[in-house]
């Protein structure tokens, strides 16, 4: 079974640094892209940044310059350095993998369980 685990969020002032890190766990074939979903109160789930295997990446717009995401491919793992948060930064990060576990599986969205991150004004 494939297991997304994250660690780092917690509360910050405005103007603050959070690093967020994801380790799969579990057998997994093949990994494509890695990245870091945001859900705030009463609104949708959104992309906030993608990494794939060879190094692409893609930004929410409003964490352009802010964030970092970063990837270690032999590792599975994927990480996420906010830095300026502000409190529209306020949500669930969850981390999600794109993969399949093994050459006759389908590709699969695997998601962490999230992790909170709240800024304060």
């Known amino acids: 079974q494939v297991q997304l685990v994250e660690s780092g969020g917690g509360l910050v002032q405005a103007g603050g640094s959070l690093r967020l890190s994801c380790a799969v766990s579990?057998?997994?074939?093949?990994?494509?892209?890695m990245g870091w979903y945001r859900q705030a109160p009463g609104k949708e789930r959104e992309l906030v940044a993608v990494?794939?295997?060879?190094?692409?990446?893609r930004y929410e717009n409003s964490v352009k310059g802010r964030f970092t995401i970063s990837r270690d491919n032999a590792k599975n793992t994927v990480s996420l350095q906010m830095n300026h948060l502000t409190p529209e930064d306020t949500g669930v990060y969850y981390c999600?993998?794109?993969?399949?576990?093994?050459?006759?599986?389908?590709?699969?969205?695997?998601w962490g369980p999230g992790t909170q991150v709240t800024v304060s004004s």
């Open positions: 990494m794939t295997p060879g190094g692409s990446t």
């Open positions: 579990g057998t997994v074939f093949r990994i494509d892209g």
């Open positions: 999600n993998a794109r993969g399949k576990k093994s050459v006759w599986h389908g590709w699969e969205d695997y």
